[in-house]
C-alpha cells in the first residue's frame, strides 16, 4: 500500500511541476494546488498506513498515530487559504496589467 | 508567570484581530498600533531578563507534556530576537504614521505588520517542528498581504512571483517534515534531537542527510542564501519602504535563524558533508551578495543585495559552529537586523525627497538635510562594521572562529567583504549626499523631522550595541551556549532526558 502511495505521490509531484513551468498564470496556480495535495500524501504515506484500530494509547491492542491526520489538517487549511489568495491575486493582476503570461510579467527596476 | 513567554505572540494577534474592526479610523490605528508595540517591546526585555535570570523558559500549551503536545520553548537566542522584532516593529509602526499614505492605512496595513510580529516572533518561539512551518506561514501569509498592499502595477507583477517561490518552499517544507517524522516519528524538536543522536550512534543513514538538505533548501529560500536569493532582489525593490524595512530586517532572518536551529540541534553530529556544504555556500552568498552590491546604481538595490550579504557572514558563522564564531553569529544577527531596517527607512526618507530611487539623479542632499546625512554615515558605517559601531563585534568573533578552525578562505572572504559593502554604501554617501544640491519637485511637503524619529532611535541602538557591547555580551555568550551544547535545550524541554 505505501508502495501504490509513493506513486501517487510521485505522479501529483509531476503533473505539478510540469504545469508550474508553463508560462499561463492559472495552470501555475492549479500546479501549486496539485503540488500541496502530493505532499499532503506524502505526510500520510510517511506516518505509516494502519487501518481498522482507534487512535487510543493505553487499551489493550494496535492503535493508529493520529497525527498525520492532525498535520494535514493544518496543511490544507493553509495550503486552501494560499491558494485562494493566490486566485484573487492573479485576477486582480491580470485585471491591472492585462496579461496572464509569466513571460510579458518581467521587470527590471533599479537594474542599470 | 509561567505564561510569560506567549504575551509576545498574543498581544500582536489580539491587537490585529482588533483593528480588523477599526480599519477606517485611522488615528486610533495608529494609536492602538503604537501602544501594543511598546507594550510588546517591554513584554520581550522582561522576557529576556527572567531568560537571564531563571534559564530556559518552556510552556506546554494545554498541558500536553513535552514530547506530545505543542512545546513553545525560549532560551536566550529566541528571547533576543523576539526582542529586536519586537523593537524593529515598533520602528515601523512609528515610521508608518507619515511614512506611507492614507489608503494603505485603511486597508488593514496595521493588521497585516502585527499579525506579521505574530508569525516571526512565533517561529522563533517554537519548539515543535510543524508549528514553526505553521508560524511559517501565519508570517508568509501577512507578508503576502504587506507586500500587495496598494495595488500598484510593480507590487501585483512581483508578489506573484514572491507568492509562488514561497508556496513551492512550503511545499517543499511540509515534504522534510513528513521525512523527518517518519524517520524520528517526533515533531517536538528537543526530542527530534535526542533520537537523531540515537540514530547516529549506530552510524549515519543517509535518509538524515537528504533530510538536512531539504530543510537547507528550504531555509535558504526564505533566508536568500547563494543559489536561492534569486527572488529577493526583485521582490524586495515593490514595497514602499516601511514594509521593506520589515522585510529585509525580519524575513530574511527567521530562515537564518532555522538554519541556525535546525543545524545546530539535529544535524550537528555529522561534521562531514553538510557542514562543508553549508560552508561553501555561506560563503559563495557573500560573493554573490557583494558582487550585487557593488554592481548597481539604485540606493535600494544596493541595500537590498547587503542583506544578502550579511546572510552569508552570518551563516558562515554557523557553519564553522566553534563557541565563539557562534556568538559572533548571534551577535551579528541582531546588529544586522537593527541595522538593515534603519538603513530602509532611511533609504525610504531619501526616496521620498528626491523621488526616485536611481543614485544618477539624487545629488546634494547632505546641504539640505544634515540630521539625514549623518544618520546615514553612521549607519553605514555600523553596517560594514567599523569599530566602535555594532557591526565590528560580530565580525570580529566569526572570523576569529573561522581562522581557529582553519578555514582561512572562508575567514578571508569574510573580512575582504567588509571593505567592498562598505565601498557600495559609501557609494551612496558620495554620489547622493555630497555634490551640488538639486532641487527636488514636492520635496518641501515632506515631513523629514518626523519621519526621522524611528531610523535615528535604531541608528543609536546600533551605537549602544556596538559601544556597550560589554554590556551586551553575557546576554549573548549565553545566547550562543545553548546553540553550541544542545543538550541544555534538551533537558529544558524534555524534563526526564
Not at chain 1, 495552470?27 to 506516518?47: D, E, F, K, N, Y
Not at chain 2, 488615528?27 to 535570570?53: P, Y
Not at chain 2, 518641501?444 to 557591547?469: H, Q
Amino acid at each position: 500500500m505505501e508502495i501504490l502511495m509513493s506513486v501517487v505521490v510521485g505522479i501529483l509531484f509531476m503533473s505539478a511541476t510540469y504545469l508550474m513551468l508553463s508560462k499561463s498564470l492559472l495552470r501555475i496556480i492549479v500546479g501549486t494546488a496539485i503540488l500541496s495535495h502530493g505532499a499532503h500524501l506524502l505526510i500520510l504515506t510517511m506516518g505509516g498506513l494502519k487501518k481498522g484500530a482507534a487512535p487510543l494509547l493505553g487499551e489493550s491492542g494496535p492503535y493508529t498515530d493520529p497525527l498525520p491526520q492532525a498535520l494535514i489538517l493544518t496543511a490544507i487549511v493553509i495550503a486552501f487559504g494560499v491558494t485562494a489568495f493566490f486566485l484573487v491575486l492573479a485576477y486582480r493582476a491580470y485585471q491591472e496589467l492585462g496579461t496572464d503570461n509569466m513571460d510579458k510579467l518581467r521587470g527590471t527596476e533599479g537594474n542599470d | 508567570m509561567i505564561n510569560f513567554l506567549i504575551l509576545p505572540i498574543l498581544i500582536p494577534l489580539i491587537t490585529g484581530v482588533l483593528l480588523i474592526f477599526a480599519a477606517k479610523h485611522v488615528m486610533l490605528q495608529r494609536w492602538v498600533a503604537g501602544l501594543s508595540a511598546v507594550l510588546t517591546v517591554i513584554v520581550s526585555v522582561s522576557l529576556v531578563q527572567k531568560v537571564k535570570t531563571d534559564g530556559i523558559q518552556t510552556l506546554n500549551l494545554s498541558n500536553w507534556d513535552a514530547p506530545f503536545g505543542i512545546t513553545l520553548v525560549s532560551d536566550m537566542v529566541s528571547a533576543l530576537l523576539v526582542l529586536t522584532t519586537s523593537v524593529i516593529v515598533l520602528a515601523c509602526v512609528i515610521y508608518s504614521f507619515r511614512g506611507i499614505d492614507e489608503n494603505r492605512e485603511k486597508f488593514y496595513y496595521y493588521s497585516a505588520v502585527n499579525f506579521l510580529m505574530v508569525g516571526v516572533n512565533g517561529a522563533f518561539t517554537t519548539g515543535d517542528i510543524f508549528n514553526l512551518f505553521v508560524f511559517f506561514e501565519v508570517m508568509l501569509m501577512s507578508s503576502y498581504v504587506l507586500i500587495v498592499i496598494g495595488g500598484t502595477k510593480i507590487q501585483l507583477r512581483e508578489s506573484i512571483k514572491y507568492l509562488l517561490v514561497n508556496v513551492i518552499s512550503s511545499a517543499l517544507f511540509v515534504i522534510a517534515v513528513a521525512y523527518l517524522y517518519s524517520v524520528v516519528g517526533t515533531l517536538n524538536m528537543a526530542h527530534i534531537s535526542a533520537r537523531l543522536s540515537e540514530i547516529s550512534e549506530m552510524g549515519q543513514p543517509g535518509i538524515i542527510t537528504v533530510i538536512a538538505v531539504l530543510f537547507l533548501i528550504v531555509f535558504g529560500l526564505k533566508g536568500a542564501i547563494f543559489p536561492l536569493f534569486f527572488w529577493l532582489p526583485g521582490s524586495y525593490y515593490a514595497p514602499p519602504a516601511p514594509v521593506l524595512a520589515l522585510f529585509g530586517a525580519l524575513l530574511t532572518k527567521v530562515g537564518v535563524y532555522s538554519i541556525a536551529r535546525t543545524y545546530t540541534l539535529f544535524f550537528y553530529e555529522d561534521g562531514g558533508f553538510i557542514q562543508q556544504l553549508l560552508t561553501i555556500l555561506a560563503v559563495t552568498t557573500i560573493i554573490i551578495g557583494v558582487i550585487g552590491a557593488i554592481a548597481y546604481w539604485d540606493i535600494k538595490k544596493i541595500v537590498i543585495y547587503n542583506i544578502i550579504v550579511a546572510v552569508g557572514a552570518i551563516l558562515f558563522g554557523i557553519s564553522v559552529m566553534t563557541p565563539d564564531s557562534l556568538t559572533g553569529s548571534i551577535f551579528y544577527l541582531i546588529h544586522d537586523m537593527n541595522i538593515k531596517a534603519s538603513l530602509f527607512l532611511l533609504v525610504g526618507i531619501v526616496a521620498a525627497i528626491t523621488g526616485t530611487s536611481n543614485l544618477r539623479k539624487i545629488s546634494g542632499l547632505i546641504k539640505r538635510y544634515p540630521g539625514l546625512g549623518w544618520t546615514f554615515f553612521i549607519a553605514a558605517l555600523a553596517l560594514s562594521g567599523i569599530p566602535p559601531l555594532s557591526g565590528f563585534v560580530g565580525k570580529l568573533l566569526i572570523i576569529k572562529g573561522g581562522f581557529e578552525s582553519e578555514h582561512y578562505w572562508g575567514a578571508g572572504i569574510v573580512l575582504m567583504s567588509s571593505l567592498l559593502v562598505l565601498f557600495s554604501i559609501m557609494k551612496i554617501f558620495i554620489n547622493g549626499f555630497w555634490g551640488t544640491p538639486r532641487a527636488y519637485e514636492g520635496a518641501d511637503k515632506i515631513p523629514v523631522k518626523s519621519m526621522m524619529t524611528a531610523p535615528v532611535i535604531l541608528v543609536a541602538i546600533a551605537v549602544f550595541y556596538g559601544v556597550g557591547s560589554e554590556f551586551v555580551y553575557p546576554y549573548i555568550s549565553q545566547a550562543a551556549e545553548t546553540l553550541a551544547n544542545p543538550s541544555i535545550y534538551i533537558e529544558a524541554v524534555l524534563k526526564e532526558y
